[in-house]
Structure formats: C-alpha cells, structure tokens
C-alpha cells in the first residue's frame, strides 16, 4: 500500500498556474464555478445553488484529504514576474478517488468556460499526471467522462490515456441515466 502525505499540501506550478489548496476564501469562486451550466454540463452533478453549498463541497475537499481519499487542487493564474497566484480560482483539477493498496488514482478536472481552449487543462493535467506517478507512486491513472464530452476526451488522449470501457447508463444523476467512458494511464517508467 502506499503511503502518502499531504502535511503540508502540496502546491503545484507550472509555466502559468498554480494548483494549490482550496479554503473558505475560495468560496465565491467555486460557487461561480460550479453554479456554471457550461462548466457542469458534463460533469453529472447539480448546479450548486449557493455560496453555503460551494463552501462545503470546498470542506468535503479538505475531509477527503486528512482521511486520505482524495486531492483536489485549486487552478489559478500566476503573475510570470512575482511567481505568485493572481488570486482567482479558475477550475480545480485532482485525484478524487484514490485506491492506494493498488496505486490506482481517478483524475477529475474542470475549468470556468472564460478559460477554455487556451491550453490550462492540458498544462494542468499535465502536471498532476507527473505528481501522481513521480511523487504519489501511482501506477494507473483513470478517467470517467460522458460520451458526450469531446474536449475531455480530446486531451484525454492527447495525454496518452487510452479507453478501456463505454458502460451504458452506469450512473443515475439529475433524474436521468448516464453513460460512462471509462480512460486509463499507466507509469510506463515503472
């Protein structure tokens, strides 16, 4: 089994973002997130309906973290000259489920549709599949999407995941059945 620990949390950069920690300060950001019909529309959850919903998925974050389930990291901008967040938070990005007796992680990720097709998520996927093997010890990565998400399986595969399954209506959401792709990344460096 794998041991990890994320005391202090690990902040992540790349050439333009930061993946760091959410807190409460956070909140108006992840409601204007995640009260986006565009940004959820292919995510197979409600619309949140408030800041106080927002603040507590941000909480249920953290929980998932000390019991060691998942990370999620906040995406924000960086200042190129200070090095430092611009402060918003864009998208969030992590290892939702982790499964460490078989180093096996799902990715999950999504970003505010100001910041689509600019290359964020890639950069951002980018980082966090090098963590979850170099760092985390990771043997696969998994990814779950809807069918219907062609830029999410687009970068999916532009980052070697290959599909390994289409279940039909495998999960209930929203009042309706939802189908399943189901993508996978091993550590060819093991």
Same mark, same amino acid.
């Given at each position: *089994?794998?041991?990890?620990?994320?005391?202090?949390? @690990?902040?992540?950069?790349?050439?333009?973002?930061?993946?760091?920690? *959410?807190?409460? #300060?956070?909140?108006?950001?992840?409601?204007?997130?995640?009260? !986006?019909?565009?940004?959820?529309?292919?995510? /197979?959850? @409600?619309?949140?309906?408030?800041?106080?919903?927002?603040?507590?998925?941000?909480?249920?974050? !953290?929980? !998932?973290?000390?019991?060691?389930?998942?990370?999620?990291? #906040?995406?924000?901008? $960086?200042? *190129?000259?200070?090095?430092?967040?611009?402060?918003?938070?864009?998208?969030?990005?992590?290892?939702?489920?982790?499964?460490?007796? !078989?180093?096996?992680?799902?990715? /999950?990720? $999504?970003?505010? @549709?100001?910041?689509?097709?600019?290359?964020? *998520?890639?950069?951002?996927?980018?980082?966090?599949?090098?963590?979850?093997?170099?760092? $985390?010890?990771?043997?696969?990565?998994?990814?779950?999407?809807? @069918?219907?998400?062609?830029?999410?399986?687009?970068?999916?595969?532009?980052?070697?995941?290959?599909?390994?399954?289409?279940?039909?209506?495998?999960?209930?959401?929203? /009042?309706?059945?939802?189908?399943?792709?189901?993508?996978?990344?091993?550590?060819?460096?093991?």
């Amino acid at each position: *089994m794998l041991f990890v620990n994320f005391d202090p949390f @690990p902040s992540l950069e790349t050439g333009r973002l930061l993946l760091h920690c *959410m807190s409460e #300060g956070h909140t108006p950001d992840m409601f204007r997130l995640r009260s !986006n019909p565009l940004a959820m529309q292919y995510i /197979g959850k @409600p619309l949140l309906a408030s800041e106080n919903e927002a603040r507590d998925l941000i909480d249920a974050y !953290n929980r !998932n973290l000390k019991e060691k389930i998942g990370i999620t990291w #906040g995406i924000s901008l $960086m200042d *190129m000259e200070t090095r430092k967040s611009e402060g918003a938070l864009i998208g969030t990005i992590g290892f939702h489920k982790m499964d460490l007796y !078989n180093h096996r992680a799902e990715i /999950g990720y $999504m970003i505010h @549709p100001d910041h689509w097709a600019k290359g964020i *998520m890639s950069e951002a996927i980018k980082r966090i599949i090098d963590y979850g093997f170099k760092d $985390m010890h990771f043997h696969s990565i998994e990814a779950k999407i809807s @069918p219907e998400n062609d830029a999410s399986r687009k970068i999916l595969l532009k980052h070697g995941f290959e599909k390994e399954a289409y279940f039909k209506e495998s999960f209930y959401e929203n /009042g309706r059945f939802l189908d399943t792709e189901i993508y996978s990344l091993l550590d060819k460096t093991a």
